[in-house]
């Protein structure tokens, strides 16, 4: 009796044992915690740090690597000034690079090699979807502190008009993509450039609203002490600066470009122009926003790609200053002075000019230079456009000759309303160049670009020579096929 | 009743004078069969008894009272067996005796009244009630045997102890007992038949097969199942048992991804079923899941990748898991492949199962197992390349066509390297012999209450490349069971654990061997060091091999399995069961990216040490309880189990990389970097599911089967966790019907059976439903603060692949089965896949992640044959034949033409296809490849993703194997030749590096000399186009670039001899054999790269291994 007692004892423990396991719970077997690795989406605009982790992920992100938006040989300051006539490439890189085909102007989609389509990906990619998804999770969230939120928010918001600028300067009429949400955003169609530039505008306007009037610490919310300030994030001023250049392109807002540079320009507490060799540094008086360097051992990309070293250039140092930019500097220019914004390397026999802006390229060398974004020399020359274009003439003179003091030249001969249209232009091109592909810019927006490009694409080598609808660059292919309601830039 | 049975003994043990001839734990290997030598004349029974003690270890329990009564014994017997000694001892006694176990218990012979008339009442009806014991060929019992009265439905299945009890059964009838794995057992119907001893079936057809929780036999399977024992595997001199399969199974298809010991093995059973998600197979050891990808090793070393894709990432993880098994701890694997097999494993089993069980301790007196194995492996062929004379006569050409100058950059033709050098870098590289060594021991044993069997390997092997680089491994396996004394409660408890010491040059350096310029310089210096060759500008003209040698890989891994098993028999045939698995992998892996002293002397100013560490876990545990249920119902036997899985799995792997380092000896140390940065990944997996099956077999002619199982798993949001899959299958014994007995006979066995059921693959990444914001890895901090950006675009939706797989087999057996025939068909149509549905960049990100009605199918006819041509007295052959002929097809995909696959896949062709154009020659006039536009008009430059219409299929058409096992005396010969027939890359027109022949590129410009067929002069007419640096153009994507990479390969030959018994029994061993084994001995191909396994051109070939060996028994 006994044994049969212990096995009716064995046979219900084990029994219980199988029940317990077996209906403990299938679902919650199956549960497991969100990984500890990331931050669930829903989670981000939560808390406080979270938000500001995800806001300078955006400007992180702009100069991850040697091929970032901002920084290095695939950067807009890069392709632009090769398609424009900033750059010379070096012989060695392969023809079929995309490098080649922006510098002679040869983009192409939708045959092999392909080029064009880099800025499309590398903006619409994760820094637009960011903003927007930033943009909607800070609106909705309901536990950030109110000042986090806000400036965040403008910063954004900034960061929006920000890209959708470059869109629709490098391949016009752009799709507006304002939310995060993908089923939607799939099938849009093509936006006016004018509407794109009136959100752009409604962006910076809503930025001004919310960003700070200084540079905010990491926390989100308190500002440095004057002076020691990390100039990393947007402020105030960055959207302010920004419109200013958005109402100088728009072409009917000259009075507007003039009010809000004239904001920047006499934040004095703030900004002034240091020398030149003090322009490119962190944090330097004239920066209104930079980008700080995140690859480890490096300062500037830009630094490290345009620094020749003394075996001149090669594939790894691809570019250097073209005759054409090289020709325009007047004489006794301090910028094109040797160790100041230019310098020389002599390789084989021949001598090489290169940007110098940014001087370290040194590996491990200590951080001292940032990546330079929006700056106050800029916003001189905005103003003086402006004011030329209003026939402000001797404001706009002053304006111009504040930059040319700085290079060591004399004030400007020219005088009448065209003259100092150009003399501004030619201004912008030795004050801008490998900075942001300004010059790239500025011949599409003045209509020059058909009469500069058609001598000097043929010189980079293309014996077919300029064709006018290469100023914008071509939508990639497959956008083009996944999104049926997108049609190509002609000539693509 | 059998428990009343043992107390009665008890009793007479504890009232009487017990004579107990025996001492208590006797215990032998001895077969079961007992000879007996005796000459008695006129001596007591008692001291008979004494001496037929001594000579079988039988005891003997009888008590003086008997004694008394006992007549004196005459007999004269040499070399019978103990039962008909006791027969004739006991013919004029008025004693009895029984046999249980091995103890001979002795009784009166008469009857009370009371039994007489017992007799007399039985004798008129002719019925009795049947005990009896079945026991296996060790004395252990048997539970869950099937005893039946034959040709009736009065069944029973014995319980844990191994009794069995029949009621009413015809005197004149005889019991039938069976049990899978052992020779089925007829015995004339008795009151007590006493211990029935079953023998191991010996003929294939009844081998133990292990399948998902349970046994059965290739006789009464439903399933498609390929097994490997032991033997097979201990015959090849291999580090990873997936290498022991090769050839052997059909439907299995394994490639040696590179011949870097520890390196990558691609399994595919029937096929690649998932086009994006993973598509190895469920590997289980002894009951525990193991990862099929080693997901730790995050630095990718030489090691090469077990193919396929690594959970959902887009390619697989460096090495294979399994070579953290130690292959000689094996018993044997299970290849399971269809619905049937693989159906109750369910979500994981969509790509087959492979089930390895290891070796267990038998009963029988402690057995020492010694094996040492010493062998060198090399590489079998050397790419045939231009040595100098034709190196240099083709630069020379080059710059004629090209009217090119020859530069200050082109040193091996313009007087900086020394012209009058040869040096064939294959031999010097990749040419070297590799050491093979393996020691293994073993001490096993047990008695009926505790088995046991310890065991402990060390391998190490080195490569072929110069420099010491090696190998090692040690391993520790063990095994313990045992059983209460009522042999209800049972356990069993495994563990196998290897430490790995991997350390290898980071570089393979096969690629470098084949393609550096033969008249590449000297590799040192005449003081000793690496010799750079710098021009006057001080600039090194070339990266020297050795120095890719002095940045290192070190793969440290250990790896623990360990599983525990429970069970205890409720009643006769009911049993509970519970398995607890638990593994544990620890990977610790260092790999330098940057050295000094492997940096261009004039580079290393500028260059910092940078290196790389990955570590991490990955620890499963895992809980399955189940309950079985054997009953007999009317003439078949019914076969119940209903269980559940428990698993989860954490993982957390970290890569860090450091830099600024001051030396390059301290590279290995964290602490000595400036700069870290570092990259986790931290997963949990939990999994959970019940399951059940069916099985009815009636009287082994007709079997049904259905299993079912409910799956959860967190890979998945909620609303998708949870799926059902099934199946169902039946099988026909045809040769048990009388047709067959009779006139047929000469067809021993035949079995028709069919399956068709479901099963999933949920291969994908932990957390693919959530969208997450990852942390921006390996920067410095952007403002100091770690920084965020979204990782994708997230699907809650996602669900599981599913595959049905449809299975109709045949399995036939002819002359007494010494012929034995397995045709199987299989259909498996995987769909759901799970895909990333493209999407425009404007959306933030070109994919998400989605299960599109993609599907894929794939088909395949294996065939089996087994032969034994020979059976002799002394000579022996056996031979096994193999044949599989697969065929994968795309058979949907819903939006592939706006997919970024559009270029890849075309439906209704492989998913193992390229797109080729068409090449049409070499244009006689200009010296120009020619091809054929999509109109069929040649061009020079066809048109990407327009002209390349011709599709390669690089699946194998079929694959397989043949193998021989000859045995003379005692001489052993086993062979193996493997088979595929295939498609592959070809370099005739450009080495590996799809070069232009006339190039020069430091380190990369040598050429096969089949360019030197090329085009010189107009009109003529060849294959090769003309010398020159223009680029190689359009020939490696056209279908000239692939051409037959069939093969026919001496896989495996094992050559043993077991010394003579009576040499060994001086030696006091139990057996010694020696052997000489080999591997990828010889290859038969028109291939014209390295190797037609691996068919790469930059991965060191599976190497021809040849070891000898001795093995000791003692």
């Known amino acids: 009796m006994q044994s049969i007692n212990k096995n009716y004892r064995a046979f219900t423990i084990a029994l219980l044992l199988f029940m317990v396991i077996n209906w403990e719970g299938c679902k919650k077997l199956v549960t497991v915690d969100p990984p500890v690795t990331g931050v669930n989406s829903q989670n ?166 919310l960003l700070a009037d200084g540079y905010i610490k990491a926390d989100g919310q308190s500002l440095y002490a004057n002076g020691s300030e990390q100039r990393l994030r947007p402020c105030k001023s960055a959207a302010t600066a920004l419109l200013a250049r958005v109402y100088l392109y728009t072409g009917s807002n000259y009075a507007d470009a003039i009010t809000q540079a004239s904001a920047v320009i006499s934040n004095s507490s703030y900004y002034s122009l240091p020398a030149l060799n003090s322009v490119f540094l962190a944090n330097s008086k004239e920066a209104i926003w930079q980008l700080q360097p995140v690859v480890t051992g490096h300062n500037t990309e830009d630094g490290w790609l345009y620094v020749l070293p003394s075996t001149g250039p090669s594939t790894s140092y691809p570019v250097y200053l073209s005759p054409q930019l090289l020709g325009s500097f007047e004489a006794g220019d301090l910028r094109k002075v040797n160790g100041n914004w230019v310098n020389t390397v002599t390789s084989g026999g021949v001598t090489y000019y290169y940007p110098y802006k940014y001087k370290s390229a040194t590996l491990n060398a200590a951080v001292t230079e940032y990546t330079m974004v929006l700056r106050l020399g800029e916003q001189y020359l905005i103003r003086a456009e402006a004011e030329a274009q209003l026939n402000q003439l001797s404001a706009s003179i002053l304006d111009l000759n504040v930059i040319r003091t700085r290079a060591g030249l004399p004030g400007t001969t020219a005088t009448t309303q065209a003259a100092l249209l150009t003399a501004i232009q030619h201004e912008r091109q030795v004050e801008l160049f490998s900075e942001w592909g300004h010059r790239w810019l500025d011949l599409k927006r003045t209509g020059t670009v058909d009469a500069v490009m058609g001598a000097v694409t043929l010189a980079k080598g293309n014996s077919s020579g300029w064709n006018t609808q290469q100023q914008l660059y071509p939508l990639p292919l497959g956008d083009i096929q996944k999104d049926p309601a997108l049609v190509q830039n002609p000539g693509y | 009743m059998p428990p009343r049975y043992i107390y009665k003994l008890m009793l007479i043990m504890r009232l009487t004078t017990v004579i107990l001839i025996a001492t208590i734990l006797q215990v032998s290997a001895a077969s079961f069969a007992q000879k007996v030598t005796l000459s008695e004349k006129k001596a007591p029974l008692k001291e008979v008894f004494k001496e037929l003690r001594k000579q079988t270890h039988y005891d003997f329990i009888c008590t003086d009272e008997l004694f008394e009564t006992a007549k004196m014994v005459n007999i004269n017997v040499r070399g019978v067996e103990l039962k008909d000694v006791l027969d004739q001892i006991f013919k004029d006694q008025p004693l009895n005796y029984t046999i249980d176990e091995k103890t001979v218990v002795i009784s009166t012979k008469e009857l009370s009244f009371i039994d007489k008339a017992k007799e007399a009442v039985k004798d008129f009806f002719t019925n009795t009630d049947v005990t009896g014991r079945v026991l296996d060929e060790q004395g252990l019992p048997i539970a869950s045997a099937t005893v039946t009265v034959k040709g009736t439905s009065n069944a029973t299945i014995t319980d844990a102890a191994g009794y069995f009890h029949l009621a009413n059964v015809d005197d004149k009838a005889s019991i039938v007992i069976s049990v899978i794995g052992y020779e089925k057992m007829e015995t004339p119907v008795k009151a007590n038949v006493g211990s029935i001893r079953l023998t191991i079936a010996l003929s294939k057809l009844d081998e133990v097969q292990v399948i998902a929780y349970d046994q059965t036999s290739q006789r009464l399977s439903l399933g498609n199942i390929g097994k490997i024992s032991s033997k097979e595997i201990e015959e090849q001199p291999v580090n990873n048992p997936l290498l022991a399969l090769e050839g052997r199974v059909a439907g299995l298809f394994i490639t040696q991804n590179t011949g870097v010991p520890g390196g990558g093995v691609t399994v595919r059973i029937q096929g690649q079923n998932s086009i994006n998600q993973g598509s190895d197979p469920l590997y289980i050891v002894d009951g525990m899941p193991i990862s099929a990808q080693n997901n730790l090793l995050t630095v990718l070393g030489p090691l090469g990748t077990s193919g396929g894709r690594l959970n959902g990432g887009s390619s697989g993880a460096p090495g294979s898991p399994l070579s953290f098994l130690n292959p000689s701890d094996i018993e044997s694997i299970e290849i399971l492949k269809d619905a049937e097999a693989t159906a109750i494993y369910g979500a994981r089993a969509s790509n087959g199962a492979i089930l390895i069980t290891t070796k267990k301790g038998k009963i029988g007196q402690m057995k020492v197992d010694i094996n040492l194995q010493q062998g060198v492996g ?97 391993s520790l396996h063990f095994s313990l069971s045992g059983a209460s004394t009522n042999q209800r409660f049972r356990f069993q408890l495994t563990g196998n654990f290897l430490a790995d010491n991997d350390q290898l040059p980071k570089t393979d350096l096969t690629s470098t061997a084949i393609l550096l310029e033969p008249d590449a310089p000297a590799l040192y210096k005449s003081d000793g060091t690496l010799n750079w060759e710098p021009n006057s500008s001080g600039t090194s003209t070339w990266t020297n091999p050795l120095s890719l040698l002095l940045v290192p890989f070190l793969n440290k891994t250990s790896n623990l399995i360990s599983n525990a098993l429970l069970s205890y028999n409720i009643l006769p045939g009911l049993e509970i069961k519970t398995t607890f698995g638990y593994n544990s992998m620890n990977s610790n892996a260092f790999q330098a990216q940057n050295v000094i002293a492997a940096t261009k002397p004039e580079s290393r100013l500028t260059t910092s040490r940078s290196a790389s560490y990955s570590m991490g876990y990955s620890n499963t545990w895992n809980i399955e309880p189940q309950i079985t249920y054997k009953k007999s119902i009317a003439k078949g036997v019914l076969n119940l189990l209903a269980g559940a899985t428990i698993l989860q799995n954490n993982t957390n792997t970290s890569l860090l990389s450091g830099s600024g380092y001051n030396s390059d000896d301290v590279m290995q140390s964290l602490s000595s970097a400036t700069a870290l940065s570092g990259n986790s990944v931290i997963s949990q997996y939990k999994y959970n599911s019940i399951f059940g099956r069916v099985n009815y077999n009636w009287q082994d002619s007709y079997i049904v089967e259905a299993t079912a199982r409910r799956d959860g798993t967190s890979r998945f949001g909620s609303g998708n966790q949870f799926h059902d899959f099934w199946s169902v299958g039946g099988g026909w014994i045809f040769t048990s019907e009388d047709v067959f007995k009779k006139d047929l006979s000469f067809v021993s066995f035949g079995k028709l059976k069919a399956s068709y059921g479901t099963t999933g693959n949920d291969q994908i990444a932990n957390y693919s439903y959530l969208n997450q914001y990852n942390n921006i890895n390996n920067i410095v901090a952007y403002q100091g603060i770690a920084s965020l950006a979204p990782g994708g675009l997230n699907n809650p939706n996602i669900a599981w692949e599913e595959t049905r797989k449809l299975s109709i087999g045949a399995d036939i057996g002819f002359l007494k089965d010494r012929i034995l025939l397995d045709v199987s068909y299989a259909r498996n149509s995987s769909s759901n896949e799970l895909l990333s549905y493209p999407l425009p960049a404007i959306t933030g990100f070109t994919s998400v992640f989605q299960n599109l009605g993609a599907t894929v199918q794939n088909t395949s006819w294996e065939f089996v044959l087994n032969t034994i041509n020979i059976k002799g007295k002394d000579f022996h052959w056996n031979s096994s034949f193999n044949l599989t002929i697969p065929k994968n097809t795309l058979t949907s995909y819903p939006g592939l033409a706006s997919s970024t696959l559009v270029n890849t896949y075309v439906i209704g062709q492989s998913l193992n296809l390229t797109k080729a154009y068409h090449f049409l020659g070499v244009d006689p006039a200009t010296g120009n490849y020619i091809f054929s536009d999509i109109n069929g008009n040649p061009t020079t430059s066809p048109i990407a993703n327009r002209d390349n219409y011709v599709l390669i299929d690089l699946n194998p058409k079929y694959y397989g194997g043949v193998q021989n096992s000859l045995s003379y005396k005692n001489l052993h010969l086993d062979f193996l030749f493997s088979f595929t027939k295939q498609k592959g890359p070809n370099y005739i027109y450009a080495n590996p590096q799809a070069l232009a022949p006339g190039s020069f590129f430091a380190g990369f410009s040598n050429q096969p000399i089949t360019v030197l067929n090329r085009w010189q002069n107009p009109g003529d007419m060849t294959s090769i186009k003309k010398f020159t640096t223009s680029s190689l153009g359009s020939i490696p994507s056209s279908d000239a670039y692939y051409a037959d990479a069939s093969y026919i390969r001496l896989k495996n030959v094992s050559l043993s001899y077991s010394l003579p018994d009576e040499w060994i029994k001086r030696v006091h061993f139990q057996n010694c054999r020696i052997y000489l084994q080999g591997q990828n001995l010889l290859t038969i191909t028109n291939f014209n790269g390295m190797d037609p396994e691996n068919l790469s051109g930059s991965s060191l070939p599976p190497l021809r291994v040849i070891t000898v060996g001795l093995q000791v028994g003692l």
């Open chain 1, 44 to 209: 981000v605009y939560n808390t406080d740090a979270t938000a500001v982790a995800a806001l300078t992920g955006i400007y992180a992100n702009m100069v991850v690597s040697s091929n970032s938006l901002a920084a290095g040989a695939q950067s807009i300051s890069t392709f632009c000034g090769l398609s424009a006539d900033e750059f010379t490439l070096y012989s060695g890189v392969s023809a079929t690079s995309n490098s080649s085909l922006y510098y002679k102007n040869q983009l192409a989609v939708n045959s092999s090699p392909s080029a064009g389509g880099e800025f499309w990906g590398g903006i619409y990619g994760t820094p637009l979807y960011s903003c927007n998804a930033a943009i909607e999770g800070l609106n909705a969230s309901t536990t950030l502190t109110p000042a986090v939120k806000q400036q965040l928010l403008g910063e954004a918001k900034f960061m929006r008009a920000f890209f959708y600028f470059y869109l629709a300067n490098l391949y016009g009429d752009v799709p507006l993509v304002i939310s995060s949400n993908y089923a939607t955003n799939a099938s849009l169609p093509r936006t006016p450039k004018a509407q794109v530039y009136a959100q752009i505008i409604q962006d910076l306007k809503d930025a001004q609203g």
């Open chain 2, 378 to 474: 090399h590489v079998t062929h050397e790419l045939p390349m231009l040595n100098t004379q034709q190196y240099l006569q083709m630069r020379l050409e080059e710059k004629k066509n090209d009217n090119a100058a020859i530069s200050a950059t082109d040193y091996d033709i313009n007087g900086l390297w020394d012209q009058s050098r040869y040096t064939d870098w294959q031999k010097t590289l990749i040419g070297g012999n590799a050491q093979y060594s393996d020691f293994n021991g073993s001490i096993s044993g047990g008695t009926t209450a505790i088995q046991y069997l310890i065991g402990g390997t060390y391998h190490r092997e080195t490569t072929v490349f110069p420099g010491d680089f090696n190998d090692q491994k040690g």
